[in-house]
């Protein structure tokens, strides 16, 4: 059995994987490198329960347990570690806890830790881009192939209804089954098959180089400015960076996931609240100023399973803010879907991308 994944990002790289396990052969088409997107500059942070009573708290958990696992069981660091997460907002001019130390040492006064909303049992972060990356090498060290390339079509047998292949920059691959795994930009998919749309949320953020200063406690704070009260979330890496984002807003998805660039204003407003929160946030330790577009549904819930009146056709996006947490799970669950005809470990029946109204493919061509 042969499977195209389109897209190298980490759901991409997490069905390699585990298809791979399952002797399965495997073709990743990407049109820009491994991790270009999203899975390149997300935060990387992972919660086991913060899911809980929703359609999404089965797989969150299962993925969190696979993070963990994989951390022993694939070459390579890509800064697994536990954390503590933390609530609480930035004090106002004018109030009077503004002058505060706050409880945590690193941060300037003023800043108020809340409670603390997740512990090392629970809460954990990965460096995104190295977590997908040493995922894709294992799948490719198992005998999986990367190919770099724009994939243009679906290819189908006569009547049209059962897959056979893609067409990758006029060239047509055979295979027996294919996975559409492009983020946001599975949107584009939409013109040839029967397809939920799928939206882009746009992410700036900053990363800052913090060496060994600041602990592994994660942040989820509001800050109240001008224009009214923003979330903030701070992310400590194993690494010595801390991703700092906020400001999340609609904007056009280029066509290429090369052209993401942030908002100017946004980075400055973002760089402005992160000097706010500690002196270690210099402008002179800024490694990156950068976006990222998620990729979200009608519903909020990820497209994972068979498209809808195509055999051998599979979706998987739509994984929102949760992307990085529940790659793995995803990934193993497509993989089992695939190879063994279903998901044993996880119910994937929420997020069956029959649930949702497809999307007219005209409403694509028509831009």
């Not at 997908?132 to 198992?142: C, I, P, W």
Request: glycine share 10%; charged share 20%.
């Amino acid at each position: 059995m042969r499977v195209i994944i389109c897209g190298g990002g980490v759901i991409g790289a997490c069905t390699a994987y585990f298809l791979r396990r399952h002797g399965v052969d495997v073709v990743v088409v990407e049109r820009t490198e491994v991790a270009a997107a999203a899975s390149g500059k997300a935060g990387g942070f992972l919660a086991r329960d913060w899911c809980a009573g929703t359609p999404l708290d089965a797989l969150a958990r299962r993925s969190f347990a696979l993070h963990a696992q994989l951390s022993g069981q694939i070459a390579g660091d890509w800064g697994y570690r536990p954390m503590t997460a933390y609530s609480g907002f930035v004090a106002s001019d004018g109030d009077p806890r503004r002058d505060a130390p706050c409880a945590l040492g690193w941060l300037a006064n003023g800043v108020v830790v809340a409670q603390r909303i997740g512990t090392t049992e629970t809460t954990a972060i990965v460096h995104p881009r190295k977590f997908t990356s040493a995922v894709m090498n294992a799948a490719l060290a198992q005998g999986a192939e990367l190919r770099v390339g724009r994939v243009t079509s679906i290819v189908r047998d006569a009547d049209g209804t059962t897959t056979k292949g893609v067409e990758i920059d006029g060239n047509v691959i055979e295979a027996d089954a294919v996975v559409i795994a492009m983020g946001p930009w599975s949107l584009l998919a939409a013109q040839w098959m029967t397809l939920p749309a799928v939206y882009g949320q746009r992410s700036p953020s900053i990363v800052y180089e913090t060496g060994t200063n600041v602990p592994a406690d994660a942040l989820f704070l509001e800050y109240e400015g001008d224009d009214g009260a923003v979330s903030i979330e701070v992310f400590p890496r194993a690494d010595g960076s801390t991703h700092i984002t906020a400001l999340s807003d609609i904007a056009p998805l280029p066509i290429d996931p090369a052209a993401v660039t942030p908002d100017t204003g946004a980075i400055a407003r973002l760089q402005a609240m992160s000097e706010r929160l500690s002196p270690l946030f210099r402008p002179e330790k800024i490694i990156a100023q950068q976006a990222c577009f998620r990729p979200v549904t009608q519903d909020g819930l990820p497209l994972i399973g068979r498209v809808p009146r195509s055999d051998g056709l599979y979706v998987a996006t739509g994984h929102n803010v949760w992307g990085i947490l529940n790659a793995p799970a995803t990934g193993e669950a497509l993989a089992q879907l695939i190879a063994e005809g279903a998901a044993r470990d996880v119910d994937l029946s929420p997020f069956d991308p029959a649930r949702l109204e497809p999307l007219d493919p005209s409403l694509l061509q028509a831009h």
